[in-house]
């Protein structure tokens, strides 16, 4: 069964997007829609599966670096820890966000797919994760712009208040109204009220691109 972005959503607002360059695969998947894709890969719209494959190889959760180009790995580790050591203001570019531009104009969703894994894995610093989630929704790359949205929208149901906040705010600056229904089912679901108010306003604008 083929559906869009939004249909498959309003399925299974608690899934996230497999991805899979093998239609086996993805036929087992119990809830599979196809929501986009390109010639290599597929995301698959699934329930409560927390393994992602696909021609990189490497699972959401696991806590190691597997197949991706050792150069990226080097570098994200570099600019990770000296973020750590950085103070993030307002209005001004970090040096992780250069970084994160350099590294998505280098290697585009490949390091979108490895940050997001290391945000699963929890190996990322809740303030530096953050930062790397607004700075998703920022960054003038088309070609990762449906990967960067699937990490946004994945992380509005984090168990982290400041993350869920982050990717949010990262929504807002993408602007892309695919990204309604995710927004519907996470206000739905928020129990903090600034923060559900703040979805809100989100999902105000984004529904205002739409007219």
């Avoid at 797919?113 to 088309?142: C, P, T």
Wanted: glycine share 6%; charged share 20%.
């Amino acid at each position: 069964m083929i559906a869009t972005h939004d249909e498959a959503i309003q399925n299974n607002d608690r899934g996230f997007f497999l991805t899979s360059d093998d239609p086996l695969t993805n036929a087992k998947a119990k809830a599979g829609f196809i929501a986009t894709g390109t010639a290599t890969t597929a995301f698959v719209f699934v329930g409560p599966v927390t393994f992602i494959s696909n021609v990189y190889g490497w699972s959401l959760n696991s806590t190691e670096s597997t197949d991706i180009p050792p150069e990226l790995n080097n570098l994200l580790n570099k600019i990770l820890t000296d973020a750590r050591e950085e103070n993030f203001e307002d209005g001004n570019m970090s040096q992780l966000a250069k970084g994160l531009i350099y590294l998505v104009e280098a290697y585009g969703e490949v390091a979108v797919q490895e940050l997001a894994r290391r945000i699963v894995a929890k190996q990322i610093d809740a303030e530096v994760a953050s930062e790397v989630l607004q700075w998703m929704g920022r960054i003038n790359h088309q070609a990762s712009r449906g990967m960067r949205l699937w990490l946004l929208e994945r992380n509005l149901l984090s168990n982290s208040l400041y993350i869920r906040d982050s990717a949010g705010l990262g929504i807002a600056s993408l602007n892309d109204p695919a990204a309604i229904p995710s927004l519907r089912s996470a206000i739905a679901q928020e129990k903090n009220c600034a923060l559900r108010e703040d979805l809100e306003q989100v999902l105000r604008q984004l529904e205002g691109t739409r007219q």
